[in-house]
């Protein structure tokens, strides 16, 4: 009696996280990928959700950019997405709605001041500004006068 009690949990047990697992691991917020997952504001990044539910079409959002449309590619839904140019430096969320569900991955995008952090060196998405163009002209412009000066002081000092 007790033996079959035991087996009867067990079975049951076995039975519900074995109909549980597959609808669990099939959308859940590992499905959803942002590239490049660093963006400054005014940039734009790739939602990519490998999810069936997004067949039909859904959308993704974020406080960080708005509502957008994702499309079907043979595999996977993505969206191209473009940050608010008044989006708060940071951390934000990415959530995804599919077939009346809503996912949602923490931290999936993290708006950045400006360029990418790059290390020591790294790049912009914007380039060089005008005023960025003028205080480097103004640098070098300077250093060819300054240069210049010194080799002619030193040309009449050896003359003498």
Not at 45 to 69: D, I, Q
Not at 97 to 121: D, E, F, M, N, Y
């Amino acid at each position: 009696m007790r033996n079959s009690r035991a087996l009867a949990v067990t079975v049951a047990a076995g039975a519900f996280i074995g109909l549980a697992a597959p609808a669990a691991s099939a959308w859940d917020a590992s499905t959803i990928s942002v590239s490049p997952s660093y963006v400054s504001r005014g940039g734009t990044a790739t939602v990519t959700v490998s999810a069936s539910e997004c067949r039909t079409g859904g959308h993704v959002s974020s406080s960080a950019f708005p509502n957008t449309p994702v499309s079907w590619n043979g595999g996977a839904a993505t969206a191209q997405v473009t940050v608010h140019h008044d989006a708060y430096v940071g951390s934000h969320d990415v959530s995804v709605t599919c077939a009346g569900s809503t996912i949602t991955k923490p931290a999936g995008i993290t708006v950045i001041h400006g360029g990418v952090r790059g290390g020591l060196g790294g790049s912009s998405a914007t380039g060089a500004t005008p005023t960025d163009m003028a205080i480097g002209g103004t640098l070098v412009a300077a250093a060819v006068i300054g240069g210049g000066i010194f080799w002619l002081r030193r040309r009449g000092e050896a003359k003498a």
